[in-house]
């Protein structure tokens, strides 16, 4: 094998993750989803030698969060302000710095957040059953503030045991791994390109 340069090396590095990314997501993640039941546990063997294990995630269910403080509070309290609470915090500045270093009194600074606890049960709320219904009876959807982003599809997780790297180079050199086939590459025959 020729010795590659530095640079020569660094681009095929470069090249190679690109296409291994796209060979990952284009066809490997998709066959794996319509291969695999979720919840599977596949073992991984190399030349007949376990290198690991693949596990196909069950899907995710839709979680919601809180994306925007500020949007929900001023929400918050133009429509529930009995739901904001003022909480008082140590604000830590240059000034208090200095003032701490010489007289350590306690420094509060005031400021307002929706409850902690009714944040939670609209995030629930709107993750099951996907709506959140006020005391006066209004079913809510979407609150200003918070999120609920649609569950990405199952990845599958791959855990190589401590003895893989081994195992699939012993392959690799063992010529069990055809390596031209899955990066779909063409094997040629040494001589000079088309």
Not at 129 to 137: D, Q, R
Not at 176 to 190: C, K, S, Y
Request: glycine share 6%.
């Amino acid at each position: 094998m020729n010795d590659l340069t530095l640079a020569q090396r660094l681009a095929l590095w470069k090249w190679l993750t690109e296409s291994l990314e796209a060979l990952r997501e284009e066809d490997l993640l998709p066959e794996a989803a319509a291969e695999f039941t979720p919840g599977a546990r596949i073992p991984v063997k190399f030349a007949g030698q376990h290198a690991g294990w693949v596990n196909m995630p069950k899907p995710t269910q839709r979680s919601a969060y809180v994306a925007d403080e500020k949007k929900l509070l001023a929400w918050a309290e133009a429509n529930y302000p009995d739901k904001v609470e003022t909480v008082e915090e140590v604000a830590v500045d240059d000034d208090l710095i200095a003032f701490l270093a010489e007289h350590y009194p306690s420094a509060l600074r005031k400021s307002q957040r929706v409850r902690v606890s009714w944040v939670s049960d609209i995030c629930a709320a709107l993750k099951k059953p996907g709506y959140y219904v006020t005391l006066t009876g209004e079913k809510l959807t979407e609150v200003p503030g918070i999120e609920l982003p649609e569950p990405g599809d199952p990845v599958p997780r791959v855990t190589l045991s401590e003895d893989a790297a081994a195992i699939i180079a012993a392959a690799w050199r063992g010529g069990d791994i055809p390596v031209a086939e899955f990066l779909a590459l063409p094997a040629g025959d040494g001589g000079e390109p088309a």
